[in-house]
């Protein structure tokens, strides 16, 4: 459901593209792992992988169900929210391991937070938590890497600038790049698993970055 209202949603924001590695395919039971750099950025990530067919179970904060109307979608969808810093936190680490047992495909952001820069540009992925290798240590699960850029354009900044951002792109059509990445081949060890899913990540983001002529993606 999310997806495709994100499909039908994102095309009123911005012009969104997507592109994939020429590795990259899809088989059921994958652990899709994006970097996080905006409250818009679900949008695209959803709808681009809804084009692509490919309907996700989401990890997002457990404070999303505390928005009603929000709640009632993310409950139908099956979606699983992540208690950070709690005893509960691991409880979605179990629920996704049974969401990829049946065959369903998962979508967590490596970072799991949203950074504190206030202005729209890019910026590499933050380090990442280690969710996402112990996801796939726990399942055996295929990992592939997301790389989103342009949600920025959308909303950053202070609340009233990140209203003003939603309010203004319909207008604006900020163009919007998902990058979907060959799948990763994660060491053993949660920590090298960890810096290696932030390696595939950055150079998804990258790609997408470049798309959009952001100089970040051309630093370094």
Avoid: C
């Avoid at 969104?16 to 818009?40: C, I, K, M, Q, W």
């Avoid at 391991?97 to 949203?114: I, K, W």
């Avoid at 290798?133 to 295929?142: E, I, N, P, Q, V």
């Amino acid at each position: 459901m999310l997806g495709r209202i994100a499909a039908a949603a994102v095309p009123v924001l911005g012009r969104l593209g997507v592109s994939r590695d020429a590795a990259f395919r899809h088989e059921p039971g994958t652990v899709f792992v994006a970097n996080h750099t905006s409250l818009a950025d679900p949008g695209p990530v959803l709808a681009a992988l809804h084009r692509e067919g490919i309907p996700v179970t989401v990890l997002a904060t457990a404070g999303l169900w505390r928005i009603p109307v929000l709640r009632g979608l993310l409950e139908r969808g099956g979606h699983i929210p992540v208690h950070r810093g709690s005893a509960r936190a691991a409880e979605a680490l179990d629920a996704a391991a049974r969401v990829l047992a049946a065959g369903g495909d998962v979508l967590v952001y490596g970072e799991g937070r949203l950074p504190v820069r206030r202005d729209a540009a890019e910026a590499p992925p933050e380090g990442f938590r280690t969710g996402p290798a112990r996801l796939a240590a726990l399942t055996g699960a295929r990992v592939v890497p997301v790389g989103q850029a342009g949600a920025r354009r959308i909303s950053s900044g202070s609340g009233a600038k990140q209203l003003a951002g939603f309010l203004t792109a319909p207008v604006r059509q900020p163009r919007l790049h998902v990058h979907l990445g060959a799948p990763l081949d994660l060491p053993a060890g949660i920590g090298a698993a960890t810096d290696a899913a932030h390696r595939g990540v950055t150079a998804a983001w990258r790609t997408a970055a470049r798309r959009l002529g952001e100089p970040a993606a051309f630093a370094g």
